[in-house]
């Protein structure tokens, strides 16, 4: 599988559709695509997106 980088904030852009994925990939075994997606949910805001980045944090 190839990898890409990505930007975080690019992720954010997408908006409140990326959320579902996004909390999936807080799951990833790769460090980076968590830290990426921590951040991406930080960037929307939402309430369910901060609350799964609390509840993430809170399991590190």
């Not at 904030?9 to 460090?31: F, S, T, W």
């Not at 997606?37 to 997106?49: D, K, Q």
Request: charged content about 30%; aromatic content about 4%.
């Amino acid at each position: 599988m190839e990898r890409h980088e990505s930007d975080p904030r690019a992720l954010g852009e997408i908006g409140e559709g990326a959320v579902p994925a996004l909390i999936q990939a807080l799951k990833d075994q790769d460090a980076e695509v968590r830290r990426n997606a921590a951040v991406a949910l930080v960037y929307i805001g939402t309430p369910e997106a901060l609350k799964a980045v609390e509840e993430y944090q809170s399991r590190q």
